[in-house]
C-alpha cells in the first residue's frame, strides 16, 4: 500500500512551458486535492474533486486545470508556467473517520519556474 | 470563505519545556480542526485533531484544546525533544455532511525549534 504517489519529485520549467503533474493514491478515497505550499503562507488549495469526472475550484485556482479521469489519479496541468507559479505542489486524498475527512498528504513536487 | 490565523511564526524552546501553538478561525461552521507536522523536506503528517463535539484532546505528549465560543484552538507539546523540530500547521473545515467535502484551510505555519 503505496498510499499517495506524486510524480516528478522536482521540476525546473521555463516561463510559457507546460506541464502536468500526477498524484495517485490506492486506498480507493473519493476525494482529492490538490496544494501549493509558499513560504510563510501555509498550504493553498488550488483544485479539488470529489470524485471520478469531477473537479472543482479552490482557493487558488488561476493558472491551473486539472483532470481526474480515473479515480485514483488526479493530475494537476499548467498550461505555460509562470514564475509566480514556483512552488511546492502537495497532492492529498481523504476518507471519512469518525465524523471527520482525514486527509493524506503525496511527498510533494519542487517546480521551479524560470 | 474560512480564514485561519496561526501565531506565534516561529518559536523556540528548550529541551524539555512546553510549546503553544494558536490558531483562531473565522467561520463558527467549522467543526474539525486537525494538526499537522512538516519536517524539513517532507510531507505533512497528521499529530492530532479534534472534533467540534470535545473541548480537548490528548495523545502522549501532544494535546489540542478547543474553545468554540472565542473560535480558537491550541496545540500544546509538552516535554519537548529536539526531534519535536518542525514547522506545525493548524488547519480547519466543515466536515459534517453537505458541501464541504473535507476542504481545509491552513494556518500559515509555526517553526518550531527544540534546543537540545
Known amino acids: 500500500n503505496a498510499g499517495v504517489t506524486q510524480t516528478p519529485k522536482f521540476r525546473v520549467l521555463k516561463t510559457g512551458q507546460s506541464m502536468t503533474l500526477l498524484c495517485a493514491q490506492d486506498?480507493?478515497?473519493?476525494?482529492m486535492y490538490w496544494y501549493r505550499q509558499d513560504p510563510g503562507m501555509g498550504l493553498r488549495l488550488i483544485h479539488y474533486?470529489?470524485?471520478?469526472?469531477?473537479?472543482a475550484k479552490g482557493e487558488v485556482p488561476d493558472g491551473y486545470n486539472v483532470s481526474r479521469l480515473k479515480k485514483q489519479n488526479f493530475l494537476l496541468g499548467l498550461e505555460s508556467a509562470a514564475p509566480s507559479q514556483t512552488s511546492v505542489y502537495f497532492c492529498?486524498?481523504?476518507?471519512?473517520?469518525?465524523?471527520?475527512?482525514?486527509?493524506?498528504f503525496g511527498p510533494g513536487t519542487r517546480l521551479t519556474v524560470t | 470563505g474560512e480564514n485561519v490565523e496561526q501565531h506565534p511564526s516561529t518559536l523556540s524552546v528548550q529541551e524539555g519545556d512546553s510549546a503553544v501553538i494558536k490558531c483562531t478561525y473565522s467561520?463558527?461552521?467549522?467543526?474539525?480542526f486537525p494538526w499537522y507536522k512538516q519536517e524539513l523536506g517532507k510531507r505533512p503528517q497528521l499529530i492530532i485533531d479534534?472534533?467540534?463535539?470535545?473541548g480537548e484532546k490528548k495523545d502522549q505528549r501532544i494535546a489540542v484544546t478547543l474553545n468554540k465560543t472565542a473560535k480558537h484552538f491550541s496545540l500544546h507539546i509538552t516535554e519537548t525533544q529536539p526531534e519535536d523540530s518542525a514547522v506545525y500547521f493548524c488547519?480547519?473545515?466543515?466536515?459534517?455532511?453537505?458541501?464541504?467535502?473535507?476542504?481545509?484551510?491552513f494556518g500559515q505555519g509555526t517553526i518550531l525549534t527544540v534546543h537540545p
Open positions: 492529498a486524498s481523504s476518507e471519512w473517520i469518525s465524523g471527520g475527512y482525514e486527509q493524506y
Open positions: 486506498m480507493n478515497h473519493e476525494y
Open positions: 474533486s470529489v470524485g471520478e469526472g469531477t473537479t
Open positions: 467561520d463558527s461552521a467549522s467543526n474539525y
Open positions: 479534534i472534533r467540534s463535539n470535545v
Open positions: 488547519a480547519a473545515s466543515r466536515n459534517a455532511g453537505g458541501t464541504s467535502y473535507g476542504k481545509l484551510t
